[in-house]
């Protein structure tokens, strides 16, 4: 089989030829039909993630070079082990790509992707950025009806990390909600809000496209990141602040920016990994009440949900651009450059 591989962190992909896996025990054999291309894949392959006041998280532990990014996997199952069900040859799947230990007790309760000891594929194992990929049982695969698997891949990771994170406001009262930035995950965020809930979402990007895209994809108001003023536009719309901010960028600004836009009693959920720091006065989170919290990926079952409405036709479509697997360095380099709209897809 074909796999991009990285021989060393940041240095260019290669097009590597290595036999294809056997599966055993309960392991699955996966053609791929499509990879997402998402912007973690950027870090991974640099090895590092900017921690602001120039500290940077060393994130070159616990995989093997060379190694194979691509965690938004569809495909075929080719071949299954001795231990698996061969009912599933031919299906096609989404994969949910994190995977933990499967030993520990975060993953006894069902939380396998904050495992301490991941094995998710695409970041620490193998993963689809290739013709053929290895699952290690079927429980992580996914039925997903009559969607594209363009599309179907996209849900494993911008899709559930926009569900997850949509999830964690759903309960907070206030008529309007800011998703900042308007990429994969920003798109899906607006998508899955639009389903679950009945805010008013209000889509900050600074990028004339990205807006373009979130208006089109039903945001009901769009605003310019970098204007200075963006604050006082959210206030004025929200009519003196939202009760969540799902901030999809993750950046000193981006975060500021959501802090500033909260109404009393309101919640900043990151879920970006740009980098930075964010400078917190003390004093307004007891005196606005504020909550800040996190938001990685989602759960095994926050993918079974997330999929029934996806097959249900309730979250519509995040734009997509397709391209051939060998384009995954440019697509690498657009990603940093920030030149695409949507979610890229790669195919083999
Ligand atoms: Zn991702
Ligand atoms: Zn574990």
Redesign the pocket.
């Known amino acids: 089989m074909k796999s991009y591989q990285f021989r060393e962190y940041g240095k260019h992909l290669e097009a590597i030829e290595h036999p294809e896996p056997s599966p055993e025990g309960t392991e699955v054999l996966i053609r791929v039909l499509a990879c997402g291309a998402c912007h973690s894949d950027v870090h991974l392959w640099e090895g590092e993630y900017d921690l602001g006041n120039e500290r940077k998280l060393d994130a070159r532990s616990g995989r093997e070079l060379p190694f194979t990014l691509g965690h938004e996997i569809s495909g075929e199952v080719v071949r299954v082990g001795p231990g698996g069900p061969d009912a599933l040859i031919g299906n096609r799947f989404v994969v949910f790509p994190w995977i933990?230990?499967?030993?520990?007790?975060?993953?006894?309760r069902e939380a396998?992707h904050l495992?301490?000891?991941?094995r998710a594929l695409g970041t620490f194992v193998d993963g689809g950025y290739s013709d053929h990929v290895l699952v290690p049982h079927p429980k992580y695969l996914f039925d997903f009806g009559n969607l594209t698997p363009e599309l179907a891949c996209t849900y494993a990771c911008s899709g559930l990390t926009a569900y997850s994170a949509v999830k964690k406001v759903t309960g907070y009262h206030g008529s309007h909600i800011v998703i900042i930035g308007a990429g994969g995950v920003g798109l899906s965020a607006l998508m899955v809000a639009k389903a679950l809930t009945d805010y008013e979402v209000i889509v900050v990007d600074i990028r004339q496209e990205a807006r373009d895209a979130a208006e089109r994809a039903g945001a009901s108001h769009v605003l310019d990141g970098s204007d200075r003023n963006a604050h006082r536009h959210i206030k004025k719309i929200s009519g003196g602040g939202v009760c969540a901010v799902i901030d999809c960028v993750g950046s000193e600004v981006s975060a500021n920016l959501g802090m500033r836009g909260l109404a009393k009693s309101g919640i900043l959920v990151v879920v970006g990994l740009f980098g930075g720091a964010l400078q917190v006065s003390l004093p307004l989170l007891p005196l606005k009440d504020l909550t800040i919290r996190g938001s990685d990926l989602g759960s095994l079952s926050e993918m079974g949900e997330l999929m029934e409405l996806a097959k249900a036709g309730r979250i519509d479509p995040i734009p997509i651009e397709t391209r051939a697997l060998d384009e995954a360095q440019r697509t690498l380099y657009d990603l940093i450059e920030g030149n695409t709209v949507g979610r890229v897809i790669l195919k083999p």
């Open positions: 933990g230990c499967r030993a520990c007790n975060v993953c006894d396998e495992c301490l000891r991941p």
